[in-house]
C-alpha cells in the first residue's frame, strides 16, 4: 500500500499498512485490554528490538522494569494490536539491537511502518520531559501520541519537521548534486533545507536550492514524501528545473562541493568510486535513481553502505 501521490512510490520509510485506530488512544480501557494481547516491540532508548532483517516482538508478561507504552495501531486485516515499550533499560541484549537507519530498508511494510512511528515518538518523548509553557514535568498520555503537564494540563502534540529536498536539473535533463563537509567523503546528494515559518514548499524550494547552489529554479514540481525520524523530519521531494546552469556554484558552508552529471558521467562516477551516492533508505537516492530511469538499480549500486 501507499499512499504518495506522486511519482515516488514506495519509499523505504513510507510503506506502512498500520491502521493508526487513533480513536482508542483516548480509552484507557481499550488501551489496557489491547495491550494484555498486544505484540509489543521494545525500543531501548531509539534502538529497535530487531535482527538484521525482521523486528522482534514481546508480549505483555515480558515486559518489565519502567518505560512508557506507545499505542501503534492495528494491522488492518488480522486487528492484532501493536505498541512499543520505550525504555532505557536493557532490557534485551546489546546484539539485538539496531538502529532504524541498519534495518529499515530490511523490514516487511507493515514492520517498516511500526518501526518509524515508535522511533519517531522514542525521539518526541525524549527530548519533551518538560512543559514548553511553565517548565514543569509533563507525562504521556493518549496511548503516548500526547505529553501533559502535570502544573497547568496543557496539552504537547509530536513535532514534525517538514524539510524540502530537491533535485535540481537543467534544460539539458543533467543533475546537480552537491557534498556537505559533514557527509562520508565523497558523498554526493540532493539539496535540502527546512521549511521556515511562513514559508510554502514551493518557496522553500527556491530559496534553498538558490542558497546553497546559486541556481535559480522555475518550474517546481511534487515528487514525493516519507518521514525522517532522525529525530523528527518529514521530507517533501520535489524536482526543479533552471534555465541557467552556468550560476551553480557551492555556498562554501553547507555545500562545499557541486557537480552536474549527465547519466553516463553518474554511471561512470559511481563505477569508478569517484562519488557516493546517498543510501537507499533515504528519499534521495530514490529521486536520484527517479532521474537516472531505466537500469539505475544495476548501474548505481557500487560502494552502497545502505
Ligand atoms: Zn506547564
Not at 196 to 220: D, H, L, N, T
Not at 295 to 304: I, N, P, S, V, W
Amino acid at each position: 500500500m501507499t499512499s504518495n501521490a506522486g511519482p515516488l512510490k514506495n519509499l523505504v520509510m513510507a510503506r506502512s499498512p498500520i491502521d493508526r485506530a487513533s480513536h482508542l488512544r483516548m480509552d484507557d480501557g481499550a488501551l489496557e485490554r489491547l495491550w494484555a494481547e498486544a505484540r509489543i516491540l521494545i525500543l531501548v532508548e531509539d534502538r529497535l528490538h530487531a535482527s538484521d532483517t525482521a523486528l522482534n516482538f514481546q508480549s505483555a508478561k515480558e515486559i518489565t522494569g519502567t518505560g512508557e507504552r506507545f499505542f501503534l495501531g492495528q494491522n488492518v486485516e488480522t486487528r492484532e494490536s501493536y505498541f512499543a515499550w520505550h525504555t532505557s533499560e536493557m532490557l534485551v541484549p546489546e546484539n539485538d539491537l539496531r538502529t532504524l537507519r541498519q534495518v529499515g530498508a530490511s523490514l516487511s511494510d507493515l514492520e517498516a511502518g511500526l518501526a518509524v512511528h515508535a522511533v519517531g515518538l522514542a525521539h518526541w518523548h525524549a527530548a519533551h520531559p518538560r512543559c514548553s509553557r511553565c517548565g514543569a514535568a509533563t507525562q504521556s498520555t493518549f496511548g503516548g501520541a500526547v505529553r501533559i503537564c502535570v502544573e497547568d494540563e496543557s496539552q504537547h502534540h509530536p513535532r514534525t519537521d517538514p524539510a524540502v529536498i530537491v533535485l535540481v536539473k537543467d534544460r539539458e535533463d543533467r543533475l546537480l548534486l552537491g557534498h556537505q563537509p559533514t557527509w562520508p567523503e565523497k558523498r554526493f546528494s540532493n539539496f535540502a533545507g527546512f521549511v521556515e515559518p511562513g514559508e510554502s514548499f514551493e518557496q522553500c524550494v527556491v530559496r534553498e536550492v538558490a542558497e546553497e547552489c546559486g541556481v535559480i529554479v522555475g518550474e517546481v514540481h511534487y515528487l514525493g514524501s516519507q518521514p525522517w525520524p532522525f529525530p523528527a523530519s518529514i521530507m517533501i521531494a520535489f524536482e526543479a528545473v533552471t534555465e541557467d546552469a552556468s550560476t551553480a556554484k557551492a555556498d562554501g558552508e553547507e555545500i562545499t562541493e557541486i557537480r552536474w552529471f549527465s547519466r553516463s558521467e553518474m554511471k561512470s562516477a559511481v563505477e569508478t568510486g569517484e562519488i557516493l551516492l546517498p543510501p537507499r533508505i533515504s528519499v534521495s537516492r530514490r529521486m536520484i535513481e527517479h532521474w537516472y530511469g531505466v537500469g539505475a538499480r544495476e548501474d548505481l549500486t557500487k560502494g552502497d553502505d545502505w
